[in-house]
C-alpha cells in the first residue's frame, strides 16, 4: 500500500502541497485554541466528588464558586512591626479599593483583626463575585494592584496581591512565558541540532516549515473538536503541544530524509529513492503515531479532566504530522531532490567504519553481554522509583518572584500557613428550613477541635459562620495548620476533617468539605484511580499495535517489558535528581502519568523503526546475529540523530520558569535518551540476537522474501542493492 501511495505522492507534489495550502488558509479563520484554556483545576473534577458537590452548593447559596477572592498582604518595607499610622493607611487602602468600582469587586475588609499577632502584617480581604477562572475577575485583580500602588505609594509600606484568582492569574502569566520560552529555544535547537547532523540549511529549516504548517491545521483542529464535545483544555497543552509536534515532526522527517539519503548512496534516482523511502518508513512512521495516538487516547480514560483534555489534543496533533511527514514532507522534497542536503556531498558517499558499524558488530557478536549492559543500567537507575513522593503544591509550580508567591511568603511571617486558604465546610438543611445559630455555633467549634485545626475563620459579623439570605445554608471557615497543599492539608480535609463533618453534622442537615485542600484530595484520589486505569490500558493497547506490525506475539511482550523498565528507570532519575539533588519536597502529581505516555508511546517510536529494520534484515536473508549488526549499522544513525533532536526539544522546557514544565523536561529528555541509546540500540537487538527465530513466533516475520532471495547472506538489503546498480 504505501509503495503507490510513495509513488503518488513523488509524482504529484504540487496537487500534495496545494491541499496543505487550503488546509493552511483555513485555519486562520478558525476560533483561537487559547481561548479554550482553563486554568481552574476543580473544573476538572467530575460532580460526583464532594468538593465539587461543595463549590455547586456556594454558588448556589452565596452567589459565588467557593468564596473566589483576593488579599492584599501588606508589611513595613523596613520588617519593623505596623504602627498606628500604618494601620490607618492600610484601611485606607481597603475604603479605596472598595469605592474604586472595580467590576466584580464587593467588600474590601480589614481592621484590627486582620492584623497579624506580632503586628508584622496586616490583610485587606476582598471578596469578588464569580468563579476563580472568569477572565473579568483577572482584569479586577490587576486593577486592584494597580490602586495599592498609588493608594500606598510613598508611605513605606510594601504590599503584595495574593488569593485564589490572582494565583491563576499570576500561574496564567507563567505559562505564557514559558510557551514563548521553550518555543524559541525549541526552535534554535532543532535547526541547530539539523545543522550539525546534515550540515545542510535546508534540511534543516524543512522540519521549521512543516511543523510550523501543522501547528496552524492541528490548533484549528483540535479547537473545534473541544468545542464540539464540550471539553475543557489545560493551560500546559498549548506548550506540550508546541514541543510534541517539533519533536515527533522532527523525527518523523529525520526517519524519512535517512532513508531517502540511504537510498541515494543506493544508486536509485531521486524519484525512485524518495518513493522507497516513502513506503518503507511510511509503515513504520504510520505505526509509531497510531502507538502514540493510542497512548494519548487512553487519557480519555481518566477522571480527571486535566488530563483527559490533553489526550484528545495531542492525539490530533501527532495524527496531523503523521499524514504531513508522509505527504507534505514528500513532496516538497521530491521538488528539491538532492539539494536537500546542500551544500554537503555527504549524501553522494556511504561512510565506512563509523561508529555504528564497530557498535552493531560489537551488538552481533556479543548480544548476551549487551542485553545484561543495557538492562543493567535502566534497572539501577529504577531503584530511584522507591523513593519517589508526590506533591500537590501549585503556588510551588510558581517563580518566585511572580507577586502572589512573594505575597505568600510575607503572609507566613504574621499568620498561620492556612490562612489565605481556609477549608470550608457548607451545612445545607434537607428540608430548606432555617439553620438554628446555637447549633450551628456549637458544631463549628466541634469542627474546630479536629486535629490539624488551627482555628475558626469568624464570618464579617463575627460569628463563627455565615448564613445564606434564606438561611438554609451555612459557611464555617477553618484555618489548617500546614499549608493547604502539603500531604497532610489534603489527609485531612479528604479524610478525617470529612468524617467529622459528616457524622457530627446537625439532624436534618448534610455537610459538604470545600476548599483548595478538599480540591486536591479529590484531585488526588482521582490521579492515583486514573494511574490503575490508563497505565495497563495504554500498554496493552501499544502491544496491539506492535502485533499487528510484527505478526509475533514474542517481540511485543520483551518491547513492552523494555518500554516499561525505560519508564521506571527515567522516573527513577528523575526522583533522583529533583528529591535527591535538588532536595525537593516531591515531584508533581502530573508528572508520572504525563512520562509514562511520552516515555511509552514516543520510546516506542524508536523500538518500531529498530525492530522493523531487524525484520527487513532477516528478511533478506541474514541470521539474527547479523541481522542485529547490520539493524544498527543502517537503522542506529537515524535513532540517534532523533532521539537527539526530541531529547534537545523537550530540553527546552527546562527554561520554562514553572516547576512543572521543568521537572518534565528533564524527565522526558532522559527518558529518550535512555529510549533511543539504551532501549533501542542496544537492548531490543541484543534481546532479539539471542532470541533469534523465537522473537517472530507464531508468525514468519523474519522468513526470507521472494523479492529478497538474491541478497547475499550477511548484506543488507540497501547494499545489496548497491551492489546491483553499479
Do not use: C
Amino acid at each position: 500500500m504505501f509503495a503507490r501511495f510513495g509513488r503518488a505522492i513523488v509524482l504529484n507534489p504540487w496537487k500534495v502541497i496545494a491541499v496543505w495550502l487550503v488546509l493552511l488558509v483555513g485555519s486562520f479563520f478558525a476560533p483561537s485554541l487559547a481561548d479554550q484554556v482553563s486554568t481552574d483545576q476543580a473544573s476538572f473534577l467530575p460532580s460526583r466528588y464532594e468538593s465539587v458537590q461543595a463549590q455547586q452548593v456556594a454558588e448556589r447559596a452565596f452567589g459565588q464558586g467557593d468564596g473566589a477572592s483576593a488579599t492584599i498582604v501588606v508589611k513595613r518595607g523596613d520588617g519593623q512591626p505596623l504602627g498606628t499610622a500604618d494601620t490607618d493607611r492600610v484601611n485606607q487602602l481597603a475604603q479605596t479599593i472598595q469605592g474604586a468600582g472595580i467590576d466584580r469587586v464587593g467588600a474590601a475588609v480589614t481592621g484590627p483583626q486582620a492584623v497579624s499577632p506580632n503586628k508584622l502584617v496586616q490583610l485587606v480581604n476582598i471578596s469578588l463575585t464569580g468563579p476563580p477562572a472568569d477572565p473579568v475577575l483577572g482584569d479586577a485583580v490587576v486593577s486592584i494592584r494597580d490602586k495599592a500602588k498609588s493608594t500606598l505609594q510613598g508611605s513605606g509600606l510594601s504590599y503584595a496581591v495574593t488569593g485564589d484568582v490572582a494565583l491563576l492569574v499570576d500561574n496564567q502569566d507563567a505559562f505564557d512565558t514559558a510557551l514563548l520560552v521553550v518555543s524559541i529555544v525549541t526552535l534554535a535547537l532543532v535547526v541547530g541540532l539539523l545543522l550539525i547532523i546534515y550540515r545542510s540549511p535546508v534540511a534543516a529549516f524543512l522540519p521549521v516549515v512543516v511543523v510550523g504548517v501543522v501547528s496552524a491545521v492541528s490548533s484549528a483542529v483540535i479547537t473545534l473538536f473541544v468545542k464540539a464535545f464540550g471539553m475543557q483544555v489545560d493551560q500546559s497543552l498549548l506548550t506540550i503541544l508546541t514541543v510534541v509536534l517539533y519533536g515527533v515532526g522532527t523525527d518523523y522527517i529525520v526517519f524519512l530524509l535517512f532513508r531517502y539519503r540511504e537510498r541515494l548512496r543506493a544508486g536509485d534516482a531521486p524519484k525512485n529513492a524518495l518513493a522507497t523511502a516513502v513506503s518503507r518508513v511510511g509503515e513504520v512512521i504510520a505505526s509509531a503515531a497510531a502507538a502514540i495516538v493510542i497512548a494519548f487516547g487512553a487519557l480519555l480514560l481518566a477522571v480527571f479532566g486535566g488530563f483527559r483534555s490533553l489526550g484528545p489534543g495531542l492525539a490530533i496533533g501527532v495524527v496531523v504530522m503523521a499524514i504531513a511527514a508522509v505527504t507534505l514532507v514528500p513532496a516538497i522534497v521530491s521538488l528539491i531532490g538532492p539539494k536537500v542536503f546542500w551544500p554537503s556531498k555527504s549524501w553522494q558517499r556511504t561512510p565506512r567504519g563509523s561508529v555504528f558499524q564497530r557498535l552493531g558488530r560489537f551488538t552481533g557478536r556479543r548480544p548476551a553481554v549487551v542485553a545484561l549492559a543495557s538492562g543493567g543500567v535502566m534497572v539501577a537507575l529504577a531503584l530511584g522509583v522507591f523513593g519517589l513522593k508526590v506533591d500537590y503544591d501549585q503556588v510551588a509550580q510558581l517563580p518566585a518572584n511572580t507577586e502572589s508567591a512573594r505575597a505568600l511568603d510575607d503572609l507566613k511571617t504574621g499568620f498561620p500557613a492556612g490562612a489565605l486558604n481556609p477549608t470550608t465546610v457548607y451545612v445545607r438543611a434537607d428540608n430548606g428550613q432555617r439553620l438554628d445559630p446555637a447549633t450551628l455555633t456549637g458544631y463549628a467549634q466541634a469542627l474546630a477541635q479536629v486535629p490539624g485545626v488551627g482555628s475558626l475563620m469568624p464570618a464579617s459579623d463575627g460569628s463563627p459562620a455565615a448564613v445564606s439570605s434564606d438561611g438554609a445554608v451555612a459557611q464555617i471557615n477553618l484555618l489548617l495548620n500546614t499549608s493547604p497543599y502539603s500531604t497532610a492539608a489534603l489527609d485531612l480535609a479528604g479524610d478525617d476533617l470529612r468524617q467529622v463533618a459528616h457524622d457530627q453534622a446537625p439532624a436534618g442537615t448534610t455537610a459538604l468539605v470545600g476548599g483548595v485542600s478538599s480540591v486536591f484530595a479529590d484531585i488526588r484520589d482521582a490521579n492515583n484511580r486514573d494511574l490503575l486505569v490508563i497505565f495497563p490500558v495504554a500498554g496493552v493497547l501499544i502491544a496491539v499495535i506492535l502485533g499487528l506490525l510484527l505478526r509475533s506475539i514474542v517481540a511485543p511482550v520483551y518491547l513492552m517489558i523494555a518500554v516499561g523498565l525505560g519508564f521506571m528507570a527515567t522516573l527513577g532519575a528523575t526522583v533522583l535528581a529533583f528529591q535527591g539533588i535538588g532536595g525537593r519536597s516531591g515531584l508533581s502529581f502530573s508528572l508520572p502519568i504525563i512520562l509514562y505516555l511520552f516515555v511509552v508511546a514516543i520510546g516506542t517510536d524508536y523500538n518500531i523503526l529498530m525492530i522493523a529494520r531487524l525484520r527487513e534484515e532477516a528478511r533478506a536473508g541474514n541470521d539474527p546475529r547479523t541481522a542485529a549488526s547490520l539493524a544498527i549499522q543502517h537503522a542506529g544513525p537515524s535513532v540517534a540523530a532523533a532521539g537527539l533532536i526530541l531529547a534537545g526539544t523537550f530540553t527546552s522546557m527546562l527554561f520554562a520558569g514553572v516547576s512543572f514544565l521543568t521537572e518534565m523536561g528533564f524527565a522526558v529528555s532522559v527518558g529518550i535518551v535512555l529510549s533511543a541509546f539504551i532501549m533501542s540500540l542496544f537492548l531490543v537487538p541484543g534481546i532479539t540476537a539471542l532470541l533469534g527465530h523465537a522473537a517472530w513466533w507464531p508468525g514468519h516475520g523474519d522468513a526470507t522474501r521472494a523479492d529478497s532471495s538474491a541478497t547475499p547472506a550477511g548484506a543488507s538489503p540497501s547494499e545489496s542493492a548497491a551492489t546491483a546498480a553499479h
